[in-house]
């Protein structure tokens, strides 16, 4: 299975993502793509490990998730644009390359039998930026949200807290 939760910046998706898994699973797996990029940052990402508690199995992966063995697992990744980001920066202006790493990446992942909660940032619904670094990383991002809503079973878009399921196939 693989359920995208997705939404603004700070509109509860990790919550959401997280109380879904502990509802699913006793021994669950916390994927996490940050690079620590500043102290303000390392700060929110410490928040964020204190607030899920020790009962998760957190494993940091900044690029090569599909380097882990899910098999079998309940895997909570979080998140998707901060993962992006990395190949983003990583690649320079090569765009093509960041998406097809990217793709690729992600279908090696998928192919593993686990389920996979996926959290990522909903860019579009905000405007156009009128930064060039920005505006390219957004259309990045919607091509890969729209590539795993396509391979998704179950699509949840958060407001302001509240999930809204819209695509289930299950």
């Not at 992942?109 to 905000?126: A, P, T």
Request: proline content about 2%; some cysteine; aromatic content about 8%.
């Amino acid at each position: 299975m693989i359920h995208l939760i997705t939404g603004g910046q700070r509109s509860g998706k990790s919550k959401i993502a997280e109380d879904f898994v502990l509802s699913k699973t006793e021994n669950p797996i916390y994927l996490a793509t940050s690079r620590v990029w500043d102290e303000n940052h390392a700060k929110r990402i410490e928040a964020h490990k204190k607030r899920r508690g020790n009962q998760w199995c957190n494993i940091e992966e900044e690029k090569f998730l599909s380097n882990h063995d899910f098999s079998g697992k309940m895997v909570l990744l979080d998140c998707i644009t901060l993962w992006l980001n990395n190949f983003f920066f990583d690649n320079g202006d090569n765009d093509e390359l960041t998406l097809k790493q990217c793709i690729d990446e992600l279908d090696k992942l998928f192919s593993q039998n686990c389920d996979l909660i996926i959290v990522s940032n909903e860019l579009g619904m905000g405007g156009s930026p009128e930064n060039k670094l920005a505006y390219r990383f957004n259309d990045l991002q919607g091509s890969i949200n729209q590539y795993i809503a396509k391979k998704a079973d179950l699509v949840t878009l958060v407001i302001s807290g509240i999930p809204v399921n819209i695509k289930n196939t299950l």
